[in-house]
T-cell receptor, first 116, second 112 residues
Framework: AQTVTQSQPEMSVQEAETVTLSCTYD???????LFWYKQPPSRQMILVIRQEAYKQQNATENRFSVNFQKAAKSFSLKISDSQLGDAAMYFCAFLDSGAGSYQLTFGKGTKLSVIP | EAQVTQNPRYLITVTGKKLTVTCSQN?????MSWYRQDPGLGLRQIYY???????DKGDVPEGYKVSRKEKRNFPLILESPSPNQTSLYFC???????????FGPGTRLTVT
């Protein structure tokens, strides 16, 4: 079974600054997907960014980017120009989409606070 | 509007009383899943379905049942709920190929 580890239960960042959330995973698969999800106080799960393991280029979505290190099994999320609305729980997730399987494994989450 | 709906949103019940949480998506997605979220544990997959009549266990299937008779619906059934099933439950769907999960709004279940 795959495991996903988020080593930072809580983090804080000053508004307009940059913060990086870390995520490591353990798998023997070569083909998989990685995601970062945001969960604000409303509890809604919102996809932030997605990375396919076969792509070497790091995914970017506006102020959000990832540093994907496949050999190190690391998938960190960088938030630039942090805004008050970025305050939320952030979950890293791993998808094993091999034949006959569709198991999505989440980390335990990092609570991000944004200081005005 | 493309969405995943869950009902009910909130439910308080007693131990042993069978209940069903419904999940429906209008995006013609092949994949659907159920998750439970507990403080400090993140989200854990209960069951998933890769298409109609195709379901499989996730990480924490004990005490739950599912069915997928139609593509759009994926109900979660608790035959005999127990207090340790008190949790926040999410249904999600995704399209084959993109694997981007669209989540429902969640169902807060309390079993006393």
């Amino acid at each position: 079974a795959q495991t996903v580890t988020q080593s930072q239960p809580e983090m804080s960042v000053q508004e307009a600054e940059t913060v990086t959330l870390s995520c490591t995973y353990d798998t023997s698969e070569s083909d998989y997907y990685l995601f970062w999800y945001k969960q604000p106080p409303s509890r809604q799960m919102i996809l932030v960014i997605r990375q396919e393991a076969y792509k070497q280029q790091n995914a970017t979505e506006n102020r959000f980017s990832v540093n994907f290190q496949k050999a190190a099994k690391s998938f960190s999320l960088k938030i630039s120009d942090s805004q008050l609305g970025d305050a939320a729980m952030y979950f890293c997730a791993f998808l094993d989409s091999g034949a006959g399987s569709y198991q999505l494994t989440f980390g335990k989450g990092t609570k991000l606070s944004v200081i005005p | 509007e493309a969405q995943v709906t869950q009902n009910p949103r909130y439910l308080i019940t007693v131990t042993g009383k069978k209940l069903t949480v419904t999940c429906s998506q209008n995006m013609n997605h092949e994949y659907m899943s159920w998750y439970r979220q507990d403080p400090g544990l993140g989200l854990r997959q209960i069951y998933y379905s890769m298409n109609v009549e195709v379901t499989d266990k996730g990480d924490v299937p004990e005490g739950y049942k599912v069915s997928r008779k139609e593509k759009r619906n994926f109900p979660l059934i608790l035959e005999s709920p127990s207090p340790n099933q008190t949790s926040l439950y999410f249904c999600a769907s995704s399209l084959q190929g993109t694997h981007e999960q669209y989540f429902g709004p969640g169902t807060r279940l309390t079993v006393t």
